[in-house]
T-cell receptor
Framework: DQQVKQNSPSLSVQEGRISILNCDYT??????FLWYKKYPAEGPTFLIS?????DKNEDGRFTVFLNKSAKHLSLHIVPSQPGDSAVYFC??????????FGPGTRLSVLP | DGGITQSPKYLFRKEGQNVTLSCEQN?????MYWYRQDPGQGLRLIYY???????QKGDIAEGYSVSREKKESFPLTVTSAQKNPTAFYLC?????????????FGDGTRLSIL
């Protein structure tokens, strides 16, 4: 039973446009959410996180939104660049323990 | 530079053989983790350790063993009991419980069966 879901296995976006990656979770005890970016044959790289006491966190071109009532978070990348093409993983944890990862969404940014 | 080092990058195992994957971190993190990634799938937790000399099974611990004798090191042994060991293995570390801090990952070890 997946506690963290990413229902879109892949997403294609034109360069310069907005990329929106979605993530849903089932465990209301999760209080810390993260997004990671992964290139093939490399480890995931931490992108951005958000605590459950916030509904938005922004870092440069990356913004994460959290809707606790819907148990949904999203990652917005604006503007999208070809170097953003990678697999993006959503993850959640309870008080910094037991990180649970979603299956990932492959983003392709087309020039 | 602080980080996590996994070695080797590629590893081959013969049938019936145990192999050990190395993971070292110099981030002074308390917690360390091992994940397995299969093609087209997400990360599945094998084992984790929140403190030296203590570790817990994750979702898919069968056929694997770990030790945590030093804070910096968390080696993973893939035993002959693991019938489908071919995968990409990732080690991670974090500051640990009671701290909302991200995990940091190594670059992984790809294990294949000869």
């Amino acid at each position: 039973d997946q506690q963290v879901k990413q229902n879109s296995p892949s997403l294609s976006v034109q360069e310069g446009r907005i990329s929106i990656l979605n993530c849903d979770y089932t465990n209301s005890m999760f209080d810390y959410f993260l997004w990671y970016k992964k290139y093939p044959a490399e480890g995931p790289t931490f992108l951005i996180s958000i605590s459950s006491i916030k509904d938005k966190n922004e870092d440069g071109r990356f913004t994460v939104f959290l809707n606790k009532s819907a148990k949904h978070l999203s990652l917005h990348i604006v503007p999208s660049q070809p170097g953003d093409s990678a697999v993006y993983f959503c993850a959640a944890s309870i008080y910094g323990q037991n990180f649970v990862f979603g299956p990932g969404t492959r983003l392709s940014v087309l020039p | 530079d602080g980080g996590i080092t996994q070695s080797p990058k590629y590893l081959f195992r013969k049938e019936g053989q145990n192999v050990t994957l190395s993971c070292e971190q110099n981030l002074n993190h308390d917690a360390m983790y091992w994940y397995r990634q299969d093609p087209g799938q997400g990360l599945r937790l094998i084992y984790y350790s929140q403190i030296v000399n203590d570790f817990q099974k994750g979702d898919i611990a069968e056929g694997y063993s770990v030790s945590r004798e030093k804070k910096e090191s968390f080696p993973l042994t893939v035993t002959s009991a693991q019938k489908n060991p071919t995968a990409f293995y990732l080690c991670a570390s974090s500051q640990g419980a009671r701290s909302n801090q991200p995990q940091h990952f190594g670059d992984g070890t790809r294990l294949s069966i000869l």
